[in-house]
């Protein structure tokens, strides 16, 4: 059977499969970081600093996740995360650490943090929870 039909390009398979959620690569970037983040006071110079973006980017960002649910957040204010920010959060630093676990394994301590950024968002949460029970020594699912 041929299956020519089912490849898309990388944008259209993001479209396509949200893999875990309903976010853009860069929403869970700016979600995870508050996450990591979150044992501070969260300010939107201090995540712009952390994320390496504008000020003005970050706000513009802070508003969509607020939209969202996963924030709350006020101009000139701290940046909170919600329950459902929370939860969001927990699932990318899962999935990140979970990443960067699999290619220490394969590359050594010498993996780069851009591939980790760049693969995470391409991964099921079925495909995460399978590479954890694999490093973990246990037999997948």
Known sequence: MDKTNDFRTQYGYMLADKN???LSASMEDYVEMIYRLSS????VN????????????????????KQ?????????????????GKRTGAFLLWRHDTVKRLL??????DSKLSE???IEHFLSPV?????EI???GQKTQ
């Open 46 to 65: 201090n995540l712009a600093a952390h994320l390496h973006v504008t000020p003005s980017a970050v706000s513009r960002m802070a508003e969509q996740l």
């Open 104 to 109: 220490e394994r394969i590359n050594g301590e």
């Open 127 to 131: 495909t995460v929870k399978n590479i």
């Open 40 to 43: 501070d006071a969260i300010r």
């Open 68 to 84: 969202r649910g996963l924030i709350e957040f006020e101009r000139y204010g701290f940046i909170t995360l919600t329950d459902e």
């Open 116 to 118: 980790i950024e760049q």
């Open 134 to 136: 694999f490093l973990d």
């Open 20 to 22: 875990g959620t309903d």
